[in-house]
């Protein structure tokens, strides 16, 4: 789950664009500058042609909102954007997802025609910590109003700005109802990754939690912290890989899926 909403920045490489933007900035770059930092950053995805279309939309939506957009940046997206965007990459995460994408590249493609806001003074944010402990359980309700999923926080990674974190979630194999223990969630078996590229490893299809304290994103709209102190143990799980971010929105989304309940399903069957 590297996307978590149709939103401009509403994925793991957009956000990280974003926030490479501003810390460049904060550390007195020129715009000039601070764009081939971000560039030369990413040039990985930049060699991508998907990543490269998040890229070169997330470093003009950003430059926009800082009222700092460069020429060139502008044209590239615009390029991208008369051509359809990422649309087709939303394609299987249903028609309205796709709607609102489409909403979304249209109202960035207005902002970079229209007439540029003045430059905005940044401020580097405060250092916060994780409101979760390793530990803490999480149930989280569906988007369908149905099924409920169980997280438990196994570590934290590294959050922004620098010095901040983040927690790190792995997915328990619950199927819903009665909460186990938290001696029982330490032993349940855990949703694994799926993906077809690498071997199956016990970890969370979404990992690092970006963790909202207040606003639509917080916790407290989808859902609450049901036990502390749970130490899994799984020797499988890999803490050096890569954090995909999602939200706790996301996860809601995803905990609503026929996806999550494939996945949940081939977990329990062992």
Do not use: C
């Not at 501003?22 to 560039?39: F, H, M, N, Y």
């Not at 009222?67 to 939303?90: C, F, H, S, T, Y």
């Not at 999480?138 to 620098?162: I, K, M, N, T, Y």
């Not at 990992?207 to 143990?233: D, I, W």
């Amino acid at each position: 789950m590297g996307s978590w909403d149709t939103g401009i920045f509403g994925g793991d490489l957009a956000a990280d664009v974003r926030d490479d933007w501003q810390e460049a900035l904060l550390d007195s770059l020129t715009p000039e500058d601070a764009t081939g930092r971000v560039l030369e950053k990413h040039a990985d995805a930049l060699a991508d042609a998907d990543d490269g279309v998040v890229v070169w939309l997330a470093l003009a939506a950003a430059q926009a909102k800082t009222g700092r957009l460069q020429a060139n940046v502008r044209d590239q997206a615009l390029a991208i954007l008369e051509a359809g965007g990422d649309l087709v990459q939303w394609e299987e995460s249903g028609v309205d997802a796709v709607a609102r994408r489409r909403r979304a590249l249209d109202r960035l493609a207005a902002t970079l025609r229209g007439p540029q806001r003045p430059e905005t003074k940044l401020r580097r944010p405060r250092v916060r910590r994780s409101p979760l402990a390793i530990g803490d359980a999480v149930r989280v309700r569906g988007e369908d109003g149905e099924s409920e999923g169980l997280f438990v926080v196994v570590d934290h990674a590294d959050g922004w700005p620098p010095g901040s974190t983040e927690p790190v979630v792995v997915t328990l194999a619950w199927p819903g109802g009665p909460l186990p223990t938290p001696e029982q969630m330490q032993t349940l078996p855990l949703v694994l990754d799926s993906d077809d590229s690498r071997p199956r490893r016990p970890v969370a299809l979404v990992e690092k939690v970006l963790t909202a304290t207040r606003g639509k994103l917080a916790l407290a709209g989808y859902g609450e912290v049901v036990a502390t102190g749970v130490r899994r143990r799984d020797d499988a799980i890999d803490r050096s890989q890569r954090r995909f971010s999602t939200t706790w929105r996301g996860i809601a989304h995803w905990v609503g899926s026929e996806r999550f309940r494939r996945e949940l399903e081939l977990a329990r069957s062992g």
